[in-house]
Structure formats: structure tokens, C-alpha cells
């Protein structure tokens, strides 16, 4: 059964850090990989898909990288901005289902 | 419409009670989700609709929790005899593809269930 942690549970910084927030998998036959992102009481918001093929994806100050061998994602914000606030949470879909297993998530703050 | 609608936003009810909840996606989507997430957790996959059909329901707890996709639009998620430990945001997401394709998901609100 595949399994999905990240690290750290939560995270705060000052306003201007570039950062990286972890997502590990326990099963590497993925068919893809996605980070969303989540504002209180909100629902998620998609961020960056990864196919398997794939190795990174880029979006404006955001770049996700896979290595689907090691069971591991990254998420690398530039320049953070308070408006980075959210709980981030990586989801992967897996060879087998049809439905992503989502992580914990990862809380941000970002200090102005 | 414009994105995923799901109604009420907020449903407070009493152990052993019946409760339904609505899911609207995108127009055009034909996968639709429905996840639970608890507080401090990511969401927990419940059910997945091809058009009006369950394709994966392997998620639902137990056979108190039901849903249906009756025109392959609109989706109703059903709890019966509810629990404390049913209290969840229920979150509904909807794709143009679905299963193996790598379309991306959209997610509703939430609708957030409260048992007394």
C-alpha cells in the first residue's frame, strides 16, 4: 500500500528565503505526482504535475523535481513571499489505483 | 460553472443521524472524487465516478457511507446513521479525464461535517 510522508510537518521563515519542502513515497511505480497547495477552510489548489517520465516541472517561482527511484519530491519556492502562506501537500497516483494518496502536508509561514 | 461547487459549506448534525451532501464539478468533467480530510491530515480518497458509474469505491469506510452520480454530473455523497468519528472536511474533485490520465484535479470548498 503505498504511503506518503513530508517533511517538515511545518516550516516558518522570513519573507525573501528560498525554500524547499520534502515528499517521500514508500511504492516508486507512480504514474504521477502533484503538489497542491491549501488556504484555510479552502479547498486545494494544483500547483505542479509531474508525470513519471518526467523529472521536474516549473511554475513562475515554484520547481518540483522527482526521482521516482528513491521515492522523493521536492518543492523549491523562490523568493517567498508572505503570500506563500498555506499548507502544502504532495499526492501521488500510483500504477495500480485510479485516486491520489495525498501527505500530511507541509504548513508554511512566511514572515513579512 | 466556474470551478467545483459543493453545498452545504457547513452541516452540523447528531450522532445517528442521516446527512447528504452535494458535489457540483465542472462542466464537461466526467471523473469526479470525493476525499475526507481530517484536521492536520491530507485527504483520504473515498470514491471515484467514471461518468455515472463507481469506478473505485475501495475507499469508503464501511456501508454506512454511500454516493451516487445518477446523470453523470452532480454527485451526492450519503452517510447514514452518522458518528462522531464521521466529522471531516469532505472534499469533492472533478477532471476532464479520469483513472490513468494525467489530468490535473480540481477541488471543491469542502463541506465541513460536524457530529454532535
Known amino acids: 500500500k503505498q504511503e506518503v510522508t513530508q517533511i517538515p510537518a511545518a516550516l516558518s521563515v522570513p519573507e525573501g528565503e528560498n525554500l524547499v519542502l520534502n515528499c517521500s513515497f514508500t511504492d516508486s511505480a507512480i504514474y504521477n505526482l502533484q503538489w497542491f497547495r491549501q488556504d484555510p477552510g479552502k479547498g486545494l489548489t494544483s500547483l505542479l504535475l509531474?508525470?513519471?517520465?518526467?523529472r521536474e516541472q516549473t511554475s513562475g517561482r515554484l520547481n518540483a523535481s522527482l526521482d521516482k527511484s528513491s521515492g522523493r519530491s521536492t518543492l523549491y519556492i523562490a523568493a517567498s513571499q508572505p503570500g506563500d502562506s498555506a499548507t502544502y501537500l504532495c499526492a501521488v497516483k500510483d500504477n495500480y489505483g485510479q485516486n491520489f494518496v495525498f501527505g500530511p502536508g507541509t504548513r508554511l509561514s512566511v514572515l513579512p | 460553472g466556474a470551478g467545483v461547487s459543493q453545498t452545504p459549506s457547513n452541516k452540523v448534525t447528531e450522532k445517528g443521524k442521516y446527512v447528504e451532501l452535494r458535489c457540483d464539478p465542472i462542466?464537461?468533467?466526467?471523473?469526479l472524487y470525493w476525499y475526507r480530510q481530517s484536521l492536520g491530515q491530507g485527504p483520504e480518497f473515498l470514491i471515484y465516478?467514471?461518468?455515472?458509474?463507481?469506478?473505485?469505491d475501495s475507499g469508503l469506510p464501511n456501508d454506512r457511507f454511500f454516493a451516487v452520480r445518477p446523470e453523470g454530473s452532480v454527485s451526492t455523497l450519503k452517510i447514514q446513521r452518522t458518528e462522531r468519528g464521521d466529522s471531516a472536511v469532505y472534499l469533492c474533485?472533478?477532471?476532464?479525464?479520469?483513472?490513468?490520465?494525467?489530468?490535473?484535479?480540481?477541488f471543491g470548498p469542502g463541506t465541513r461535517l460536524t457530529v454532535l
Open positions: 474533485a472533478s477532471s476532464q479525464g479520469g483513472g490513468r490520465s494525467l489530468d490535473t484535479q480540481y
Open positions: 509531474i508525470q513519471s517520465s518526467q
Open positions: 462542466s464537461g468533467h466526467t471523473a
Open positions: 465516478f467514471q461518468g455515472t458509474g463507481a469506478a473505485d
